[in-house]
C-alpha cells in the first residue's frame, strides 16, 4: 500500500530512476534462489506482519520493536540513492525510510560499542535452504558508519511499502557500500564491541571485504570494478569512489588502507 | 565368423539416408530453438532488467549444453548400437562453435563494447574470462577442419588426434562456468558431472580394450586391431 505523506529529503541523485519493473524484479535475495528472476517469483511467501526487530548487545535500553513502533520512530522520508551491486551493475531507486540512527538512538549505544550487526530473516518453511550462504545473512558496519545520515532504514520504494524481494518489513540501505551489505527483512539488530562475521566475507574472504566500500580502483579479484552498467542503459558508465557519495563519507575512512581494508 | 565379415552386433539399427536427411533437417531445427527464443525475447522486450547479462548467460549455457551433447553421441551410441548417431555429431560441434560465436560476440560487442583495453586486461588478469578465452580459441580450428575436404587434408589420425582437443576444450569451458559463479555452485556441479561421466566412459572403455589387447594371444593381435575409426561425414 502507499505510505502517506513523504518528508521530501535533501538527499536526492539527479539521475534518471530505474524503472519500478527492474528495482522489483532483478533482485540477489538468495534466500529466495539465486536467479535475480527468483526472489521476485518466491519472496511473496515470507509473512512480513506481524514482524519485530530485536536491538539488544551492547546497547543502555534493549528492545524489540513491533512494525507500528518502527513506522514511529521518525518521519518517513523519500530519498533517491544509487546502490551499486558487487556484480558491476547499478541502479537509482526512490527508497522510503528513515535513518537508522533514529533507531539506534532509542536504545542508547553504550560507550564499550563499536560495530553493529545485522541479522536477517531465514525461515527454512519458505526459503531455499541450500547451504549457498552460511544462514542466517549476516552483516555489520562500524558504528560511525550505521549512525552516519546516509545511512538509511527503508521500509518502501517508489512511495509504497517494501515488496518482498526487495527486503521487507524493513532493509538496511547503505549508499556507499555493495549492495549486499545492505541487508534485508532485519530481525536481530545487535551492537558489539568487535567486528561481526559477515556472510558474505566469511564465503569468500579475499573476494568480500568487511568495509566493502564501492570502490572502483579495487578490483574483485574475478572482474573488475572501474566500470558498471547502470540498468537501463547500453554503454557501462564509470564506477564513482564510495559510489558518489565520497564528499560525504571519505571522511570516515581517513588514513585507512581502503586496498587492505576492502 | 570370418574375417572379412565385419562383426554386427544385433542392436544396431541401420537408418535409410532419407531418414538421416530428414534427423538433421529436425536436429537443425531443434538446434536453432534456443536463438530463436532468445529473438523473441528480445522483439518482446521481454530480456528483463539487465538484456545483455540475460543474453550472454543464455548464449554460455547453450554453448556448454551443446558440447556435452556432442560428447555423449559417442557413449550413447556405444550403450545403444544407433550408430547414426554420429551422422549427427558434425552439425551438433558446429552448434556448439556457433553458440560460443554468439557467447563470445555478445561479450565483445554487447558487453565490453569493443574496449579492447578492457578485454586484454580481463582475459589476462580474470582467471575465468581467461579459460574461457582460451576455449572459445581452441574451438575454431576443430570448426575450421570440420569439413570433408578438411579431415582428407588432415588425414584420418591426424584429424582425430586434432579434434581429441575437444575433451580439454569442455573441461575449460566447465572451469570458466565454475569460477565465475559468486556462491550458487549447484549449476557448474551439475555441467561437471555430467562431464565426469562423458570422459570417465571414455577413459573406462580404452582401459577396457587395452587390458583385452595386452590380454590377447600377439599371433592374432596382427589383422584387425587397427580398424579406422568411423570418420563423421
Known sequence: GDLGPLVKSPFRVD????????????NNFYEFGTDKGDPAINAHRMKTDPWTIKVEGLVGKPRTFDLDQIYKLAPLE???????????????IPWVGFPLSALLKAVEPLGSARYVEFVTLFDPKVMDTRPVLDWPYKEGLRLDEAMHPLTLMAVGLYGEVLPNQNGAPVRLVVPWKYGFKSAKSIVTIRLTDKQPNTSWNDAGPEEYGFYSNVNPDVDHPRWSQAKERRIGDFLKRKTLPFNGYADQVASMYAGMDLRKNF | MTATTAPRSPSVKALSAGKISALKVLVFILSLIPLGLLLLA????????????TITHATGDWTLRFLLITLAVTPLRKLTGWHWLLRLRRM??????????????????LDQFFDWRAVVLDVLKRPY???GFAAFVLLVPLAVTSTNAMVR???GRRWQALHRSVYGIAILGVVHYWWLVKADMFEPLIYALILAVLLGLRAWW????????RS??????????????????
Not at chain 2, 556448439?96 to 557467447?103: D, E, K, P, R, S
Request: glycine content about 6%; hydrophobic content about 40%.
Open chain 1, 15 to 26: 539521475e534518471p530512476l530505474t524503472p519500478r519493473k527492474d528495482v522489483t524484479r532483478y
Open chain 2, 92 to 109: 551438433l560441434g558446429l552448434f556448439t562453435f556457433f553458440y560460443a560465436v554468439l557467447h563470445f560476440g555478445t561479450y565483445i560487442v
Open chain 1, 78 to 92: 523519500e530519498r533517491i540513492y544509487r546502490l551499486r551491486c558487487v556484480e558491476a551493475w547499478s541502479m537509482v
Open chain 2, 216 to 233: 590377447a594371444p600377439p599371433a592374432q593381435a596382427n589383422g584387425h586391431r587397427h580398424i579406422i575409426p568411423i570418420l563423421p561425414r
Open chain 2, 206 to 213: 580404452r582401459e577396457q580394450e587395452r587390458l583385452r589387447q
Open chain 2, 42 to 53: 528480445f522483439f518482446q522486450d521481454d530480456l528483463g532488467a539487465n538484456p545483455i547479462e
Open chain 2, 153 to 155: 587434408r588432415l588425414g
Open chain 2, 129 to 131: 574470462i581467461t579459460v
